[in-house]
C-alpha cells in the first residue's frame, strides 16, 4: 500500500477542482482533494509533477489496483479475522493516541529568555557522550527494592537481564553511547548526565516507567558543537520536558476518573 501512495506523489494537476473525480471503482471515487491529503497539502505540489498523461494514468491505475485488492480483502472475510481485527484495532489506538497527545503539546515551547538561561547549565554539566546501562520497570515499588539490591552490591547487569522491560534488558539494561537528548527524556538526561563513571542514580521516573541509572564511561562531545546547534538542542530538550510535562500532568488528571489497578509480579511471572 505504501508504494501505491507515494506513487500518488507524482501527481501534480493545478487547476482542478478539489472535489472533481480523477478515477472510480464502482461507487469508490479517488478526487484531487483526496490526492493533496496522500502527499501532504497543497504545499507539496510545487515539488512534484507528472511528465505526460500517460504517466498521470499510471498513477490513476496504481490507485484503481489498490482499490480493487482492497475490495478483494474485505469480500474475502478478512475483516472478520480476529488477527486482522486486533491489528486494526491497535493501529486505530494509535492513531488516537497520537493525535491527543499532539493536541496536548500544541504551541508549546520555550521563551528565548528560558533558552539562554539553561545554556550555561547545558554547557557545564553535558558537553560529554556517556555508555549507560539502565533497569526500567513499571512499578516503583519495584525500583526501589531493585535499587536496594544494587545499593548492596548485586550486578547490574544481571538485574536489569531479570526485571527490566524493554530490549535492553537482554543486553544487560545497556543501551551504548548517548548523547544529550537521545534518550526521549529530560528527566533521564538530567539524571544520567550528571553521574560520574560507576555511578548509580536513585529511582529516576519518566513517560517510559521507573529508571535506575548506571554510567559506566564517559568521553567529551567531539567535535564540540557550535553556539548554533547547542541553543538547538538546548530548545529541544526545553521543549521536550514542557511537553512530557504536560502530558503527565493531563494522565494524572484523567487518571483520577478510572480505577486503575496493576499487577506487575504477574507480568515477571509470564516472562
Known sequence: ?????????????PGIVAAQVLA???????????????????????????????SAEEVLQSWVREEVLVRAARSSGLASDPEIQQVLEQAE?????????????????????EIEN????????????????????DDPNLAGSILARVSAGSDFATLAN?????????????????TRGQSGYMAFDEAAFRLAEGEVSGVVETGAGYHIIKVIESQPLEPAPTEEEIEQMVAMELTQAMQEEAIME???ELEQGHVIHTYPQRLIERI
Open 1 to 13: 500500500m505504501r508504494h501505491f501512495l507515494l506513487t500518488f506523489a507524482a501527481l501534480a494537476l
Open 24 to 54: 472510480t471503482v464502482d461507487d469508490a471515487e479517488l478526487t484531487w482533494q483526496d490526492v493533496l491529503y496522500m502527499i501532504g497539502g497543497e504545499q507539496n505540489v510545487p515539488y512534484l509533477g507528472i511528465s505526460s498523461e500517460s
Open 93 to 113: 489506538r494509535q492513531i488516537l493516541l497520537e493525535a491527543y497527545m499532539t493536541e496536548i503539546v500544541d504551541g508549546l515551547q520555550p521563551s528565548q529568555l
Open 118 to 137: 539553561y545554556v550555561d547549565e547545558w554547557l557545564s554539566t553535558y558537553m560529554k557522550s556517556i555508555h549507560v546501562r539502565h533497569i526500567v520497570v
Open 162 to 178: 531479570e526485571y527490566s522491560m524493554g530490549p535492553s534488558g537482554a543486553e544487560g539494561g545497556d543501551l551504548g553511547w548517548i
Open 250 to 252: 493531563r494522565v494524572g
